[in-house]
């Protein structure tokens, strides 16, 4: 099937008189609701269970569940928020059948080839390139990402909403995001992954490294083949060149049944009706079936039909199914549908010396104290919240009210400049992410401590200022392998200032890299602007964009803000600083390249009240509603 064909059935999605028409027991109405969701439940289930032989039997039980359950659904405008759920739900419950089942994956000889979700997807679809690339690197996610790509590949494809999504996993917007971040982390390692294992010619040392290899994608193999492509000459260039996976992933969402899972729905209407498949699949996978006849509210014209809703009491793991069986006669009726259910499933921040600090007045001597005279403002009106964006995060040193503010400010990540977060603590669902300041922290105590707070590491703190990290690109480029050494995704040295000149310290330090052959995934960046007019966001984004177009690696902007470090005013006003939060904001979320970014900071206590998000753990500036809202 085209991917015109694809598109095609995405548009002829049942809309919601279908949905009324379909509880209230109109036939066609459900053939329509089956026919017209079947590709998108299949399509979850196939990713989500790789392709596994389980796949037609969660897709069909799936569908019986949404017949049953038909009559409670109050609202038929949430009708496919409501399925992607049962769907997830079904996926779950399959997954923990698995889980108990001595040999839950099947042998190579048992398995068949021709109905592999991946192999299907990328034959059906015509993928070539980076996209077949990135279908086959979904067989290495962990179980739980796999879930959580079936959902998203169909949002960054437009065929579902981040609302749906929250649904069916049941858990926050914030959680969600930070969640789908870390799955987008894992596929892109995998894509690195299925690189490595097709390179022509292939890598002797990676050959050696799979000898005992079982030939099955696994997230220890994964994990192992990945760390052998971060420090191999011949198969780190693998990490260049990634193409976004949201724009691989436009148009083509759905991926068309195949024949053997068609032919249980009557091929879409063709002969019996699809629902009558389903009910017949049910009745006779059981072998217990209760049929009570319900008529059709309204009339139906090809004439009078009659349900029978039947309910299956073994065919689905984790409980009973119901679905619907239609006969025909010639006459017209209008009588009250009666249907028969069961439950439903339901920068102040361091000190000169080359230790962090959590103190917030260390970098006085640096970055000059604000002035302490006031200029009266017009009070800002407060901006609404949105939802939460997983680039969205902070830097912040240690304050009362620093948990209670990163849950408020809907931040998904943040970072204080240390290696851990012990003495600052973030809410469960907000990522942290550690740093190697400088030279001093480069032991091996300190970095056993980032290894065990994730998969992403900041290199060194603004190695070009003194006062900060304050270290030569020499002895930079001397320790950096130590950070390579962790295996984790590692951000450049994040500079004060100058990382798009030529010759600067960044350039200098990305040149060294490049020829010892050491690995840099992505950019870090601080920024502080003087000009507080309108022109801030352009010249904040220009320098951005131009940092990107000199590396063509990912960006992250761990510092950022306006700051007038040598004139007066020292800060804007908080109308001026609202407006630079509001622009650039929207220009990062924009940019699929900019992976994070961080406002500097987040506590408004003492020397930084003049620039910090929240006064205590609820109670945001001006400055800080707007970073709320924003993402």
């Not at 691989?248 to 899972?261: N, R, T, Y």
């Not at 699809?274 to 072998?287: C, E, F, I, N, T």
């Not at 319900?294 to 009659?306: C, E, H, L, S, Y």
């Not at 200032?497 to 600067?504: F, H, K, L, R």
Request: neutral net charge.
């Amino acid at each position: 099937m085209l991917h015109g064909e694809v598109l095609t059935q995405m548009a002829f999605q049942p809309d919601t008189a279908t949905v009324v028409a379909a509880r209230e027991g109109d036939a066609a109405a459900i053939d329509r609701l089956v026919a017209g969701y079947l590709p998108l439940v299949y399509t979850i289930v196939g990713r989500a269970l790789d392709g596994h032989a389980d796949v037609d039997d969660v897709v069909q039980d799936t569908m019986l569940r949404v017949l049953r359950n038909l009559g409670d659904l109050r609202d038929p405008e949430a009708f496919r928020s409501w399925l992607v759920a049962i769907t997830v739900r079904q996926v779950r419950e399959r997954y923990r059948v698995r889980r108990g089942t001595p040999d839950a994956l099947l042998p190579d000889d048992v398995r068949d080839p021709g109905a592999d979700f991946t192999d299907l997807a990328i034959t059906r679809l015509e993928l070539a390139g980076q996209r077949k690339e990135t279908a086959e690197a979904t067989r290495w996610l962990d179980e739980d990402n796999r879930e959580l790509l079936s959902l998203w590949w169909l949002e960054a494809s437009g065929e579902l909403t981040r609302d749906e999504i929250v649904d069916a996993i049941e858990v926050t917007r914030q959680h969600a995001a930070v969640r789908i971040q870390r799955m987008k982390g894992q596929l892109e390692t995998a894509r690195v992954v299925v690189r490595a294992l097709d390179a022509t010619p292939p890598c002797a040392e990676l050959a050696f490294v799979l000898t005992e290899w079982d030939r099955r994608p696994s997230p220890l193999w994964r994990k192992r083949i990945a760390r052998h492509t971060r420090d191999c000459r011949q198969c780190s260039p693998a990490w260049s060149g990634l193409v976004a996976a949201e724009r691989l992933l436009v148009g083509m969402a759905l991926v068309p049944i195949p024949a053997s899972l068609g032919a249980h729905f009557g091929g879409y209407g063709a002969g019996a009706t699809a629902a009558s498949h389903v009910a017949a699949h049910a009745a006779g996978g059981s072998g217990k079936a209760l049929a009570t006849k319900i008529a059709i509210k309204g009339t139906v014209g090809i004439g009078r039909r009659v349900l029978t809703a039947v309910l299956a009491t073994g065919a689905v793991a984790g409980g009973g199914a119901a679905a619907v069986v239609y006969t025909h006669d010639d006459k017209p009726v209008n009588s009250a549908a009666v249907v028969t259910a069961a439950s439903p499933t339901p920068r102040l921040t361091l000190p000169p010396s080359a230790t962090p600090s959590t103190s917030p007045s260390a970098k006085a001597s640096v970055k000059p104290s604000p002035s302490k005279t006031k200029t009266k403002t017009k009070a800002v009106t407060p901006v609404p919240a949105t939802e939460t964006s997983a680039k969205k995060g902070v830097g912040s040193w240690e304050f009362s009210g620093a948990k209670g503010a990163l849950a408020d400010v809907g931040a998904g990540w943040y970072y204080n400049w240390s290696t851990n977060n012990d003495s600052m603590p973030g809410p469960a669902d907000v990522e942290f992410v550690p740093m190697i300041w400088g030279k001093a922290n480069v032991t091996t105590a300190d970095l056993a401590k980032v290894k065990k707070e994730g998969d992403v590491l900041l290199g060194f703190n603004e190695p070009d200022m003194g006062g900060q990290a304050n270290m030569s690109v020499e002895d930079a480029l001397a320790d950096w392998p130590k950070l390579q050494d962790t295996a984790m995704r590692l951000g450049s040295p994040a500079v004060a200032y100058g990382a798009d000149t030529d010759g600067g310290w960044l350039d200098r330090f990305m040149t060294g890299a490049k020829d010892k052959n050491l690995r840099v995934d992505f950019i870090t960046l601080h920024w502080y602007g003087s000009d507080f007019s309108d022109a801030a966001v352009g010249q904040f984004l220009g320098y951005v964009d131009a940092v990107h177009k000199k590396y063509d690696l990912p960006i992250w902007v761990t510092e950022y803000g306006l700051m007038n470090f040598s004139g007066s005013p020292k800060y804007p006003s908080a109308a001026q600083e609202v407006a630079f939060i509001q622009g650039s904001t929207k220009g990062m979320e924009s940019r699929s390249w900019l992976e994070r970014y961080a406002w500097f900071g987040l506590p408004a206590v003492g020397d930084s009240v003049d620039f910090g998000l929240y006064k205590d753990a609820s109670t945001p500036t001006e400055a800080g509603k707007a970073y709320k809202a924003a993402g």
